[in-house]
């Protein structure tokens, strides 16, 4: 066994390691490093020895390096003294090799584990940080690339994210019925941040970061098998899939971006389609919460056989819809977007003039990019060609930057 497959395993059962180890040790940091640990041993010695249980040698591993470091702290040398003969009693037993997580809590363990990642005492990068390390299993590496950002930067902010769960005495729990609905917003709000990032980087050679968002989906998939009767968790990974569904037909063969009347619906991905309009259609069992009114809006664009039959009608009730139950700026631009091909763009830029009146989306790239097209259809060359020159500059995608510069450069 390579590198390839330490890896493999690591990411199927790393969210159930890590959980597993947090409630045998009471210490979320202890759990995350001693099953790190475990890996980097797997590393050099599964390539000579390949484990008959790759799973339990990993957990057996992983206990072994969280009790020795639970004996160096000299104040836990009672609980050691537990952890080490419940050990002692495993070891005479020959069931520590063999041994997996427990079945009958691995659910509420990995949820738990879930919580703890996205706790609000966190920043928002330590959840992020968190998540994808002990959640998703990436390496401090891996998320650093997806983010672009150095892997010291990805190591601080999971250290600091541990030594915050520790010193707030986050307790390794599912939050009680009432707590765990409030901060299950929280969770699905970082497994969109993480999807998000792969569906459209925010800088970059490279629009999208497949990889990032199918860990993001795989997050999503793993939450709603464990929290079935939640309808906005089923919403978040209907919007995933269907937005997912498009990857093959946003980028040419050089990376450069296909714009949405110019993809090739072929291209799109049938199967995650389909998967979508099914966890859409159990969000709707008890209503769309703002993620599921998202994926309708993505299941409509789906449906549609082209941009000119899809039912912009449809669209734009949905987004007045999400604008009242999660008003932003954001949904509001895209509400302008579908009133454009539903009205038309006079009625849109109205829109549009009322958000930078207000001042709602300061620097970014994407208000003077809605607002050049719009004034494009309307035939006034000159500012659109201003506007989408001013987007350009305040873009950091690089694939992005060069799309708005080409339809600039095509309005001279």
């Keep these: 066994m390579g ?21 045998f040790t009471g210490d979320f940091g202890v759990a995350e490093d001693a099953a790190q640990d475990a890996v980097a041993e797997a590393l050099v010695s599964w390539p000579l020895d390949p484990p008959v249980n790759p799973a339990g040698w990993l957990m057996a591993t992983a ?21 080490a003969a419940d050990l002692a009693a495993d070891l005479a037993a020959g069931s520590v090799v063999a041994e997996e997580p427990d079945p009958d809590n691995i659910d509420d363990d990995v949820l738990a584990l879930m919580f703890v ?14 998540t994808l390390r002990v959640v998703a299993g990436l390496s401090s590496a891996e998320i650093a690339r997806a983010f672009l950002v150095p892997v010291p930067t990805v190591q601080a902010r999971i250290t600091r994210g541990k030594k915050t769960i520790a010193a707030a005495g986050v307790p390794f729990e599912l939050p009680p019925a009432a707590e765990r609905r409030e901060r299950l917003g929280g969770v699905l709000s970082v497994i969109y941040v993480i999807f998000t990032e792969g569906a459209t980087a925010t800088s970059g050679d490279r629009l999208l970061r497949p ?95 082209s941009v000119e039959a899809t039912d912009w009608d449809r669209i734009v009730v949905l987004y007045e819809a999400l604008g009242r139950v999660a008003p932003s700026p954001v949904v509001e631009l895209n509400r ?46 000159s500012e659109a060609r201003a506007e989408l020159e001013l987007a350009a500059r305040l873009c950091a995608n690089q694939r992005e930057r060069s799309v708005l510069l080409h339809k600039a450069a095509m309005l001279r």
């Excluded at 590198?3 to 947090?22: G, H």
């Design 3 to 23: 590198t390839a497959d330490v890896e493999a395993v690591w990411r199927i059962e790393s969210a159930r390691i890590v959980a597993a180890l947090t409630r």
């Design 63 to 83: 206990r072994r390096r969280a009790i020795d470091a639970i004996r160096r702290r000299a104040a836990l040398q009672d609980r050691y003294a537990l952890l």
């Design 117 to 130: 990642s996205c706790h609000p005492v966190l920043s928002r990068e330590a959840q992020v940080a968190l």
């Design 211 to 305: 990889d990032v968002a199918y860990e993001a989906i795989r997050l999503a998939r793993t939450l709603a098998a464990l929290l079935p009767d939640e309808p906005e968790v089923h919403g978040l990974l209907a919007l995933c899939e269907l937005t997912a569904a498009r990857f093959p037909a946003r980028t040419g063969r050089d990376g450069s971006p296909v714009l949405l009347d110019d993809q090739d619906r072929r291209r799109w991905d049938y199967s995650a389609i389909r998967r979508g309009t099914a966890a859409l259609a159990k969000a709707s069992a008890r209503g769309l919460g703002p993620y599921g009114l998202q994926a309708a809006i993505a299941a409509t664009h789906a449906a549609a056989p």
């Design 336 to 381: 302008a977007v579908a009133v454009a091909m539903s009205s038309g763009p006079a009625q849109a830029l109205a829109i549009v003039d009322g958000l930078i009146a207000a001042d709602r989306l300061p620097g970014s790239h994407l208000v003077p990019t809605v607002r050049g097209e719009l004034l494009a259809r309307l035939g006034r060359r």
